[in-house]
């Protein structure tokens, strides 16, 4: 009986036996270029019954039969409306044309959402056209710090492009390239992130609300797609700027079957310095020379074998890379001074990094509902140094060499399927699994000594971490449920399951999101996710240095666990103009950070006994007032947040506050069209002082046996009074940009300028005790000097980035 | 044209400025604290010295020295005897060019009780004008040193400290089931011929010296740090009170090696016994208590990362609640090995007690 009625539910769910039902579905694309738009709306004006096209522009709607009028609509496109008769199941492809601006310009958007519609909450889409304009640090456009600008997003130290979700630390952002984890986001120490702006097609944050499809991290999905290639006609891009230059190709191999996007970008502040060693050299003697550079590619094909069957591969290189080296002549006379003895020496030092991805997608269409993704993936991020030296007596023939290698790295292969079901209007059900097969190599170091000295023994050898292999399993499903028109929610479950030396860690992540719209322009949000992630990132400061490790989790040091509720509200106010406020609590278990007085250093040796496993709690709330189209565009954002740590051996066991807890961040990023020539851009930012450990006090240090003075105590150690436990003042600037386009015989050619902190403020990056005064004169009466001023110590704060002109020069065709 | 050049002085005047300025510092939220400060020693009177703790900022004050505390001692759990306070004197001979103002007048120390070691002491210190604090440590037991050998070895002529460094090799056993916690250090009295006695040619400069530091070694239960990426990146502190644990070794008897450097001392080769010169050499294996390690290790881990940009601050460790400071103990078993002979009768001595080691301050 029971079976009979779950035969019966089923049946109902997929065929909806309230009338006959056919099934309209299809792709939507960009007229223009052939590419897929993600997220473009599918609506029926009767039944007011809608869905959304995925994340491959497809889309699958039943509606009951008969006269039927289909609304097909995207931000920045025109609308189009269908009057269809619908008696069968059809396909319908749909090419969109892109909206010309006001001022005849055509202006695109990117792929936007409707916020009041949508179940998702804490999520922003960023626009990636707008990106290019928004003026950042040495006028190069970067993903990341755009996404710095947005609520519930702290930056890290200042010009680099880490990003703290929502009180979570750096390694609790999980970056997805084309779906693929990128494990090192940074380049260049961080000043630039690896996502070249001009490969990308979409960009998405989540921060809250995460959907069952995503997991591993605890607070951030980062989810960038690559362009997939104008099938239409070939296109590129090249700009010149400051400190890097990039080309970009797309275009059709075979016109509306098979294209390609290519990018590349590469830096030259290896070229840039060279006049510096030069001057160095000259003015000291010395031969010293160094750089620092990098270069990264995105590469990216796809071909439609027919209208259900597509394959897509696309890649992505990119290596950074330092380098020093000095060499040395010199001539002393031997230990008898009978003879000259001539010697040389060269040290080379050169780092390398950088990750290596790919993935090869296969689109297959199984039935006008059933919409299937299979997935083969690879990412490998490495770190390398290598250091030389030799040495040389040329007089007596000895040579001697030393040199040290030493690299780390993680690499991931992946096999994923993933299905999107779309039974009735009512359902959008996502459901997949994934194999994922890491390899952990932690830091393995090769010492090399060889000699001709007959004191230097040869030495080879090879020591550090062993490799560690693990294996994850993750599943999940989610259904996006209308259940009337008014209240919406997205359950899912995400279950992973990971292997490591004997270990398992299954964890189940419930997800929930719920959408009550009160009015057409007016809903309210509500949304639980629990997140777990299996890996601990080594790290020994705020800025993304290379060697921060990734390491699996361990059975003393367990997966880390969040959950995070939040609330919020989305209204649409008339000129496209949308309010998100939301508030969140998220807690946040078995984080690491190191004990005090240990450090890792690039070193997982003994790993588990420097660090201290403990937790964390977040609260805040966000405000984001966005204009999306018209000749003045972009968005106020406002972030009122608390997020502290809690570690048992850590700062005496009480709280303490993240480090880079801050009570207010606004953004405010405006960019406004003066005509088909001209546009202007503007970004101000205020943020609360981050929390930095200061020493408040000084006390007198213990006489240590045999080292030291008895009870000497001059100068004595310093008291900090905790962690993190002072304040540096209000981080604010201003950024203006402008950009002259004008239109060329082959393309358009852009001109931008932009500027850096234009009021020049001095923004605090660190602070420090310094001293002023102690002065003194000479008084020739008593033949003495005489105390001026008295000799004070200071607090001295350090600013990094003044006010920065910049220029670069862009062709596009 | 005036105008461009005014606008270019103007740009690399802005571009150029320096990027350092005063601001204030806000100390509302903070209070003096009391600062105790000893390392006790086996069959040694337990004394300390209490301070206070001052403000960074401002005109350079020294230290606040208190000596109108109460101090009661605890063993193992009984109170034992209130402790009194002493005078303590310094030889400034040889230290002249450090202010006394630095240093504590007066000390606290038992008048009975000698530290004996398994023992726990507890230290229970009153003010009126600050927080009671409290502070306990239990003196390590002994750890023996089985035997000693010495050789001389040239290291390297292309290291900075190449030369003839004297070898030694020290066997010792690692008590098991336990945490133990150690540091080398040795003491040397070394005597050379006065060249500047141009009289008698005939005396002898002794100098009478206690190292804390300056071993060179590549053990590795010394070193236990393996050579890594961030280690030639950024560098990481020396082992400056040469400490190790028994973690690698628990219960084993372990042969250390370790190289005394030539550059502070006479070369152990180049000791002319002929003319009456001498070296004595007493190497100290220290079973330090487990808050000694650690206020030591972060000492030293203080002094190299505390200014360094990459690092979080290291706060230094202590053991005394509602304080600061360090209650700490240690025992020890020292060998010594001497090449000529000390004292010969005839020979006109003349002793500098160094007392520590001053060509390099340690941090």
């Known amino acids: 009986m029971k079976k009979n009625i779950l035969s019966c539910l089923l049946i109902l769910l997929t065929l909806n036996l309230f009338g006959q039902r056919v099934t309209i579905s299809g792709y939507i694309t960009d007229k223009q270029s052939g590419e897929r738009l993600i997220s473009a709306s599918v609506y029926e004006k009767n039944t007011l019954q809608g869905t959304t096209a995925n994340n491959y522009g497809f889309y699958s709607i039943s509606l009951p039969a008969g006269k039927r009028t289909l609304i097909i609509s995207f931000v920045g496109y025109k609308t189009q409306t269908f009057e269809l008769e619908l008696n069968q199941d059809i396909t319908l492809n749909i090419p969109l044309e892109l909206m010309a601006s006001e001022l005849g310009e055509i202006t695109v958007i990117g792929n936007k959402v409707n916020k009041v519609e949508e179940t998702q909450m804490s999520s922003i889409d960023v626009q990636v056209q707008k990106l290019q304009k928004i003026p950042v640090i040495l006028g190069e456009a970067d993903v990341l710090k755009v996404i710095q600008l947005l609520p519930g997003v702290q930056t890290g130290t200042e010009g680099t492009s880490g990003i703290y979700v929502r009180g979570g630390g750096p390694d609790q952002n999980l970056f997805l390239l084309d779906g693929v984890p990128v494990y090192n986001a940074s380049h260049l120490l961080g000043f630039f992130s690896v996502f070249n702006p001009d490969a990308v097609k979409t960009i998405k944050l989540y921060k809250g609300g995460f959907p069952a499809r995503f997991g591993g991290r605890l607070s951030s999905v980062v989810d960038i797609s690559m362009k997939d290639g104008n099938m239409k006609e070939l296109k590129g891009n090249f700009s010149i700027g400051i400190i890097s230059s990039k080309l970009s190709l797309e275009g059709p191999i075979v016109k509306d079957k098979t294209s390609f996007m290519l990018s590349a970008r590469r830096t030259y502040l290896d070229l840039l310095s060279k006049p510096f060693f030069w001057y160095f050299n000259s003015k000291n003697d010395a031969n010293v020379n160094g750089g620092a550079y990098f270069h990264d590619f995105n590469l990216k094909v796809n071909h439609i074998f027919n209208e259900r069957s597509r394959l897509y591969l696309s890649g992505y290189l990119g290596k950074d890379k330092g380098f020093g080296y000095t060499s040395d002549e010199y001539n002393y006379l031997d230990e008898t001074n009978q003879e000259a003895i001539t010697n040389k020496s060269k040290t080379d030092f050169g780092l390398g990094w950088g990750n290596n991805i790919a993935s090869l997608r296969w689109n297959y269409l199984l039935s006008n509902k059933l919409f299937s993704n299979t997935t083969l993936t690879y990412s490998r991020y490495r770190f390398q140094v290598d250091s030389d030296y030799r040495y040389e007596n040329v007089t007596k023939k000895t040579k001697t060499e030393d040199s040290f290698k030493y690299y780390s790295g993680i690499e991931d292969w992946t096999a994923k399927i993933d299905f999107d079901f779309f039974p009735t209007p009512s359902h959008d059900i996502k459901f997949g699994a994934s194999y994922t097969n890491h390899l952990f190599s932690p830091g393995v170091s090769r010492l090399k000594f060889e000699g001709s000295s007959d004191i230097v023994l040869g030495i080879d050898t090879t020591f550090g971490n062993r490799d560690i292999y693990a294996n994850e399993i993750s599943s999940f499903i989610e259904d996006d449920i209308t259940i009337t028109d008014h209240l919406k929610i997205n359950a899912g479950l995400h279950l992973s399951d990971f292997m490591v030396d004997n270990e398992t860690f299954i964890r189940i992540q419930p997800r929930l999101s719920i959408r009550l719209k009160a009015t057409k322009n007016w809903s309210l949000k509500a949304s639980y996710s629990r997140m777990a992630q299996h890996v601990h990132l080594l790290t020994t400061s705020g800025i993304n240095l290379p060697t921060d490790l990734w390491l699996p989790v361990t059975k003393k040091f367990e997966p880390p666990i969040s959950d995070q509720v939040a609330i919020g509200t989305a209204i649409n106010f008339p000129k496209s103009i949308e309010l998100t406020i939301e508030g969140f609590y998220k807690t946040m278990n078995n984080l690491i950070e190191y004990k005090e007085g240990a450090s890792f250093m690039g070193s997982a040796t003994n790993w588990e006994n420097k660090v201290e496993k403990g937790k964390g709690w977040s609260y805040g709330a966000e405000f984001m007032l966005e204009k999306k189209i018209g000749k003045t565009t972009g968005w106020i954002a406002y972030t009122w947040s608390k997020t502290e740590r809690q570690f048992e051996n850590l700062n005496f066991g009480k709280p303490f506050p993240a480090k880079y807890d801050r009570r207010h961040d606004v953004s405010i990023v405006i960019t406004h069209e003066f005509n088909k020539k001209v546009d202007m851009s503007g970004t101000w930012v205020y943020g609360t002082g981050n929390a930095v450990t200061l020493a408040v006090m000084k006390y007198p240090k213990a006489t240590i046996p045999y080292t030291d003075f008895a009870y000497y105590s001059s100068d004595g150690l310093d008291d900090y009074g905790g962690r993190n436990n002072y304040r540096m003042p209000a981080y604010h600037r201003l950024d203006l940009g402008i950009n002259f386009h004008k239109e060329k015989k082959h393309g358009t050619r852009t001109l931008s300028f932009s500027v850096y902190n234009v009021y020049n403020r001095q923004n605090p990056f660190m602070l420090m005790w310094g001293s002023k005064g102690g002065e003194y004169a000479y008084d020739p009466n008593t033949g003495q000097y005489i105390e001026i001023t008295p000799y004070k110590t200071v607090l001295k704060q350090f600013s990094l980035f003044t006010l920065i002109p910049s220029i670069s020069y862009s062709f596009k065709f | ?363």
């Open chain 2, 1 to 363: 044209m005036k105008n461009k050049y005014l606008f270019l002085i103007i740009a690399i005047t802005v571009l150029f400025q320096s990027c350092e300025k005063e601001i204030e510092f806000s100390s509302e939220t903070i209070t003096p604290k009391l600062v105790v400060n000893g390392f006790i020693h086996q069959d040694s009177l337990i004394s300390i010295v209490v301070g206070t703790t001052k403000l960074i900022p401002g005109v350079e004050k020294a230290f606040t020295w208190i000596d109108n505390a109460t101090v009661k001692l605890f063993v193992d759990g009984i109170e034992k005897e209130t402790l009194t306070t002493y005078d303590i004197s310094y030889d400034t001979t040889n230290f002249n060019y450090f202010p006394d103002t630095t240093r504590a007048k007066k000390g606290y120390h038992t008048l009975t009780t000698q530290a004996e070691t398994g023992k726990t002491y507890r230290l229970e210190i009153s003010h009126p004008n600050y927080k009671t604090i409290n502070c306990e440590t239990t003196l390590p037991k002994t750890v023996v040193i089985e035997s000693i050998d010495t050789i001389t070895q040239l290291i390297d002529p292309k290291n900075s400290y190449s030369g003839t460094h004297l070898k030694v090799t020290l066997k010792f056993s690692d008590p098991s089931n336990e945490k133990n916690y150690y540091r080398l250090v040795y003491k040397s009295l070394l005597g050379v011929v006065n060249t500047t006695d141009t009289v008698s040619h005939h005396s002898i400069i002794v100098y009478n010296q206690n190292f804390g530091t300056d071993i060179d070694s590549e053990d590795p239960v010394l070193n236990p740090e393996q050579e890594n990426a961030n280690d030639l990146l950024l560098g990481t502190p020396n082992n400056t009170y040469n400490l190790f644990t028994g973690d690698y070794i628990d219960g084993k008897e372990y042969e250390m090696s370790f190289f005394i450097s030539p550059y502070y001392m006479k070369s152990f080769r180049d000791i002319d016994t002929s003319n009456g010169e001498f070296l004595r050499l007493t190497i100290e294996l220290q079973s330090i208590s487990e808050d000694a390690y650690l206020y030591m290790k972060s000492v030293s881990a203080s002094n190299y990362y505390n200014n360094d940009l990459f690092s979080e601050p290291v706060q230094v460790y202590t053991n005394i609640e509602n304080g600061t400071g360090i209650f700490a103990g240690y025992s020890s078993d020292s060998k010594t090995i001497q090449k000529g002979e000390y004292p010969i009768a005839g020979i006109n001595y003349q002793i500098q007690n160094q007392g520590f080691y001053y060509f390099y301050y340690s941090y």
